[in-house]
């Protein structure tokens, strides 16, 4: 009997054994250990690691970020002692301020208690930004235009622009949880209203300025009603290993032309507030001879984002993809530029204050549309 025991116990310790094996330790959360452990993951899987660091002006390696960071919270630490950082509130100071310094839009951080943080955004892109009023848009236009779906602003402009119709389009968000899941399928009806008016019009500013991005595939299906023949417009990859240059094989994007459409003069306005699948869309529509870019450059955030946990149970998001054009040009962190006679700046006053308000991107914009339509 004993020996059938011993036989039936044999295995189970082997099991119990084998399960701790493949447990492991448990991880240390001690609030330098979760740094650490953060800034190894963003090491290893963040696609832009080098390119973001060459554009800060403080750190000049991401190894220099840790050292700074972990210093840091050392010492406040040991400054708060005895209860050291019970609450975590250094920790997220330190993680926060850490991936900050990425200046990403694609990278954020979640901590209980609602402590949470967005990748910064910079002066310029602030000033750009507050260039832009959709309501002093409206101003321009007949009737001061249209709205149609949720994100959609349309019409067209007054006289002498009134050949030239609007199109606003203020996000790419993709989500159920929306009034309206299904807007982008306005676009169509849209083009139906331009289509109406024939010869009338014979261009159309496409703005995507302050577009803040979000489902690249939206972003795909209303590029191909601007769209005259297939292209293919980019690539991606995905950071599948530890080194600088493990991404997995590329991925080709294309758009191709689908639904109602309007393939005359179309000029592309972006500004710095022009960010991720706002960028997928420009980059789609800069393959087509009919469109050119104007305005400024975008932002240049091209990954989308993934979210991972963290061993102390926090959460963040990453930029794990490489893209590129398709001769394998990057533009992150300086974003896709027009050509510079269309590089077109708004006000240059910081604190202008004005009871006329005008968007001088908009007009530098319609003046030259109006050489292409009259040549």
């Excluded at 994100?151 to 009034?179: C, M, Q, R, V, W």
Aim: charged share 25%; with cysteine.
């Amino acid at each position: 009997m004993r020996r059938i025991i011993a036989i039936l116990a044999f295995p189970l310790i082997a099991l119990l054994a084998s399960c701790h094996v493949f447990l492991g330790p448990e991880p240390d959360t001690e609030p330098r250990a979760v740094l650490r452990s953060l800034w190894n993951d963003f090491n290893e899987i963040h696609a832009y690691i080098d390119i973001r660091m060459s554009n800060n002006p403080n750190f000049e390696s991401w190894d220099a970020v840790y050292e700074y960071y972990d210093n840091r919270l050392l010492n406040r630490i040991q400054a708060g002692s005895p209860s050291g950082d019970r609450v975590g509130a250094y920790l997220f100071e330190a993680c926060r301020d850490m991936i900050g310094e990425l200046m990403d839009p694609h990278v954020s951080l979640f901590a209980p208690g609602g402590n949470f943080f967005w990748g910064k955004s910079d002066e310029s892109q602030k000033r750009e930004e507050q260039w832009f009023s959709l309501a002093v848009v409206r101003e321009y236009l007949q009737d001061e235009g249209f709205k149609r779906g949720i994100f959609f602003t349309f019409g067209i402009f007054n006289k002498p622009y009134d050949t030239i119709g609007y199109i606003h389009i203020a996000s790419f968000i993709d989500s159920e949880k929306l009034e309206q899941p299904d807007w982008a399928e306005e676009i169509d009806g849209i083009m139906e209203f331009f289509q109406s008016h024939g010869d009338d019009i014979k261009a159309i500013v496409i703005d995507i300025r302050n577009n803040s991005g979000g489902s690249g595939q939206l972003a795909e299906y209303i590029a191909a009603r601007f769209t005259s023949v297939q292209q293919n417009y980019m690539k991606t990859s995905v950071k599948n290993g530890p080194g600088r240059n493990q991404f997995s094989s590329p991925m080709t994007f294309r758009v191709k032309p689908e639904g109602t459409r309007f393939t005359k003069h179309i000029a592309l306005l972006t500004n710095k507030g022009t960010v991720s699948a706002a960028e997928w869309f420009a980059m789609a529509l800069r393959t087509q001879r009919h469109v050119r870019h104007v305005g400024t450059p975008t932002r240049g955030a091209f990954s989308p984002k993934i979210a991972r946990p963290m061993i102390n149970g926090w959460y963040y998001t990453i930029s794990a993809f490489m893209v590129t054009d398709m001769n394998g040009t990057c533009f992150e962190g300086k974003g896709l530029s027009p050509d510079a006679e269309f590089i077109f700046k708004g006000s240059t006053e910081e604190n202008e204050t004005t009871t006329d308000p005008v968007d001088v991107q908009l007009i530098s914009v319609l003046e030259e549309v109006l050489k292409w339509v009259n040549p």
